[in-house]
């Protein structure tokens, strides 16, 4: 996938393309494929986002930055999951601090507004495995989206208020 099927603007496109380089390698080889396309997308977002994180700072930290706000998105640091990473071994694989790390991913998910189970973020087995990813609030209670009409969940959809699972 190149830089263009993500809307990144132009002046960002060989930061983007160097910075995915980065992330695709590290996802590869201690990861997964899900993982480097989710970083992709983060990337893309932050380069679409005005003005642009991206425009200013090491490339190497945002492609860090990305892995540990996607690994946190996605419970990466609990060694009860199928892929586990401590935050000290991203730090220590990319060579970017901690400390680094911790503060620029805090602000990437201030800023785009991300919590854990985002739908836009999460792994697929994440999502389709969690039912706290499809509550959302009708007619003033607290339900399963999977419940509801197949309309309403497709507004849900729409809204990105439930994760769409279909493939991609």
Same mark, same amino acid.
């Given at each position: ?10 002046? /960002? ?40 994180? /991206? ?11 990305? $892995? ?43 800023? /785009? ?28 209670? $607290?339900?399963?989206?999977?419940? /509801? ?20």
């Amino acid at each position: 996938m190149n830089t263009n099927s993500f809307n990144i603007p132009e002046s /960002l496109r060989h930061d983007c393309q160097e910075i995915f380089k980065l992330t695709d390698s590290f996802c590869a080889e201690h990861l997964d494929l899900e993982y480097g396309q989710l970083c992709r997308k983060l990337i893309a977002k932050l380069a679409r986002k005005r003005p642009s994180p /991206l425009a200013r700072g090491d490339l190497r930290i945002w492609a860090a930055t990305a $892995i540990y706000a996607v690994g946190s998105i996605n419970f990466l640091f609990d060694p009860s999951q199928d892929i586990f990473m401590t935050g000290d071994q991203i730090s220590v694989l990319t060579g970017i601090p901690k400390s680094t790390l911790t503060n620029k991913a805090k602000q990437v998910r201030d800023s /785009l507004k991300l919590y854990q189970f985002h739908p836009e973020f999460s792994r697929r087995s994440l999502l389709a495995n969690s039912p706290v990813a499809w509550f959302v609030e009708f007619n003033g209670l $607290i339900m399963d989206a999977r419940t /509801l009409p197949s309309d309403v969940q497709a507004e849900a959809r729409r809204k990105r208020l439930i994760p769409d699972l279909d493939p991609q």
